[in-house]
């Protein structure tokens, strides 16, 4: 049978656990709070990413290319280059979530099913360079993660402050996929 002052610690113990845990609790995810979709159209190379199924073929030289168009959403053109060193493409369609600058929606379905819900996903901006050079994107779920640059490679140094903002945001990058040089 434990001793008075045994319970007492262990009691201790019970209470202060949850508010420990609150202590290190992620910051929710949230996009930027603006973003300049003309400034942010254009080839970015992707750095790294969560696995996800869909580019599971992909060796390197991940691409992310978007446009402006007159209907007022952003197209999309993902590539990579895979294992045998050819280049494979998605396109797909991006559209602003109203009110949320840093947040978009994005499908690669086809036209005909856009009127799906379930075929659109969170594209959200969650770290941006104010001179656009770099990007992170996520989701409010931590499935999907992505760094971006405009140029193929990252200085080591921006490459761990970007990581240390995700884990800030509760993103578990263990799995994290480097597909890009770090100088």
Same mark, same amino acid.
């Given at each position: 049978?434990? /001793?008075?002052?045994a319970?007492?610690r262990?009691?201790?113990?019970?209470?202060?656990?949850?508010l420990?845990?609150?202590? @290190?609790?992620?910051?929710?995810?949230?996009?930027v709070?603006?973003?300049?979709?003309?400034?942010?159209?254009g080839?970015? @190379?992707?750095?790294a990413?969560?696995?996800?199924s869909?580019?599971?073929?992909?060796?390197?030289d991940? /691409?992310? /290319?978007?446009?402006?168009?007159s209907?007022? #959403?952003?197209?999309?053109?993902?590539?990579?280059?895979v294992?045998?060193? /050819?280049?494979?493409?998605?396109?797909?369609?991006?559209?602003?979530v109203?009110?949320e600058?840093?947040?978009?929606?994005?499908?690669?379905?086809?036209d005909?099913l856009? *009127?799906?819900?379930?075929? *659109?996903?969170?594209?959200?901006?969650?770290?941006?360079?104010?001179?656009?050079q770099w990007?992170?994107?996520?989701?409010?779920?931590?499935?999907?993660? *992505?760094?971006?640059?405009?140029?193929?490679?990252?200085?080591?140094?921006?490459?761990?402050?970007?990581?240390?903002?995700?884990?800030?945001?509760?993103?578990?990058?263990?799995?994290?996929?480097v597909?890009?040089?770090? #100088?």
């Amino acid at each position: 049978m434990p /001793t008075l002052p045994a319970l007492r610690r262990a009691c201790a113990l019970a209470l202060l656990l949850p508010l420990a845990s609150l202590a @290190h609790a992620a910051e929710p995810v949230r996009a930027v709070a603006a973003l300049d979709i003309d400034r942010y159209a254009g080839q970015w @190379h992707e750095i790294a990413h969560l696995p996800v199924s869909f580019q599971k073929k992909c060796v390197g030289d991940i /691409t992310a /290319t978007y446009g402006l168009r007159s209907d007022g #959403r952003i197209s999309v053109l993902n590539g990579c280059r895979v294992e045998d060193g /050819t280049r494979i493409q998605a396109e797909g369609v991006a559209r602003p979530v109203k009110g949320e600058p840093g947040q978009l929606e994005v499908r690669f379905a086809p036209d005909w099913l856009s *009127w799906v819900p379930l075929v *659109w996903a969170d594209y959200w901006v969650i770290a941006l360079d104010p001179d656009y050079q770099w990007a992170v994107v996520g989701e409010p779920d931590r499935k999907y993660l *992505w760094i971006l640059s405009r140029s193929p490679s990252m200085e080591r140094g921006q490459f761990e402050a970007l990581k240390a903002r995700a884990e800030a945001m509760g993103y578990d990058l263990a799995p994290l996929k480097v597909l890009a040089p770090l #100088r």
